[in-house]
């Protein structure tokens, strides 16, 4: 994986952790609950836990995938899944919502799991995946040396990506539960849901450009 392409997972994860949909929102609001930070800081780990295994998959199912067949037809389909998810959450008026606000860590992470796949998380990282060779040089040795590599490609996509992410949402989680609050974000919102949206649509639009 070259440095372009590592750099694009860092940004993506950056970008995860900004959007408060992907967990960061809800670790502030357990601390502000119960008034303890301690609370905010024991969410995000779990957070984390749940977008990782929600990308993981993902990514592991991409990088697998694409050592068996053509890179090109898995980039092509990939974009189409990735522009026509963009627009099914662009138009969309649905929001996901959990009911109540006491979770436990682990039906925290399981929500963060929910949350990551029902807003695309893994596919983001389509463009990335297919932009590089399909195996090491050098470790071309049939489907069980393919499929090892994808594993470690997988796994090491996902960590780089995860460790981002939490490092931004714990950065924001800290610095919103400590200076700002909640009160700011009823004052002045951005609606990251658009963004996001789009931000699928563009990284799918890329993905088809490219392969074509």
């Not at 967990?23 to 957070?47: C, D, H, K, Y």
């Not at 959450?89 to 925290?108: A, E, I, K, T, Y």
Request: hydrophobic share 60%; proline share 2%; aromatic share 8%.
């Amino acid at each position: 994986m070259n440095d372009g392409s590592l750099a694009a997972l860092v940004a993506l994860g950056a970008f995860h952790g900004v959007n408060p949909a992907m967990g960061w929102l809800f670790a502030v609001a357990r601390g502000l609950q119960e008034r303890s930070r301690a609370l905010v800081l024991q969410s995000l780990p779990a957070i984390a836990a749940g977008h990782a295994a929600s990308v993981g998959v993902v990514a592991i199912l991409i990088t697998l995938t694409r050592s068996v067949v053509a890179t090109r037809a898995v980039a092509v389909g990939g974009g189409v899944v990735l522009v026509g998810f963009g627009l099914w959450r662009l138009l969309s008026r649905r929001h996901f919502r959990w009911v109540g606000m006491r979770l436990s860590l682990r039906q925290l992470a399981g929500w963060s799991f929910l949350m990551s796949s029902a807003h695309g998380a893994g596919l983001m990282l389509l463009p990335v995946l297919t932009s590089s060779g399909a195996a090491p040089a050098g470790h071309d040795h049939g489907l069980a040396s393919a499929s090892g590599s994808a594993l470690s490609t997988g796994v090491f996509v996902t960590a780089v990506h995860t460790l981002a992410m939490f490092a931004v949402a714990g950065a924001i989680a800290v610095a919103v539960y400590e200076i700002v609050g909640l009160t700011i974000l009823r004052r002045a919102w951005f609606d990251l849901d658009r963004l996001w949206a789009t931000a699928l649509i563009t990284a799918g639009t890329i993905t088809l450009v490219t392969a074509l």
